[in-house]
């Protein structure tokens, strides 16, 4: 293979964490390279700063460097928005603190201010990984378009606009949609047991 068929080739999630897990900094780069924009939407998403989007996406690289060891992600993208997403939301928390901010984080977590509760309770942690995984067997349960909503309204905050622009459906139909999966939401957590 010529090397310039080489470099044209796409590298593979694994080899990037392969990199990584050597302590390989191409790993860095690379992972720039593929997932930088992706990164930089979710931030952007939260934050709507330029600069505190850079500043988060090198915390992320940080972080996954910092990761992998000992951890080893079987869903690179899922591992890397994770990271990507706490510090996002840390940093925004230390900006409102400050002052008010608009965020689609604020617009999405005010989507299911109603859905979902707080419990403050000792066994509250407990109870935070089972509604977790009640939620996520919700979630596995959505059609192919609602589930596309549910991840991108409620985990990446991505605004109604743009999810209405990426399925080539009204913003209207996204937000009966958005109102089908909370009540479908509150209905499943209702049949096990979780009542709000």
Sequence with gaps: MSKRTEQQRAITDEEIIELYWHRKEDAI???DKKY????FRIAYNILHDKLDCEECQNDTYLGVWNAIPPTRPAVFPAFIT???????????KERT???RIPSEL??????????LCSNSSVEAEYEAAEIGKIISDYVRSLSDRQRYIFIDRF???EDIETISADLSISISTVYREIEKIKQGLRLHLERNDIFI
């Design 82 to 92: 994770q990271i990507m997403r706490r510090i996002a939301i840390n940093r925004y």
């Design 155 to 157: 985990y990446l905050a």
């Design 106 to 115: 604020t617009t999405s977590m005010e989507d299911v201010d109603n859905t």
């Design 36 to 39: 930088g924009q992706f990164l």
């Design 29 to 31: 780069p690379l992972t």
């Design 97 to 99: 603190s400050k002052k």
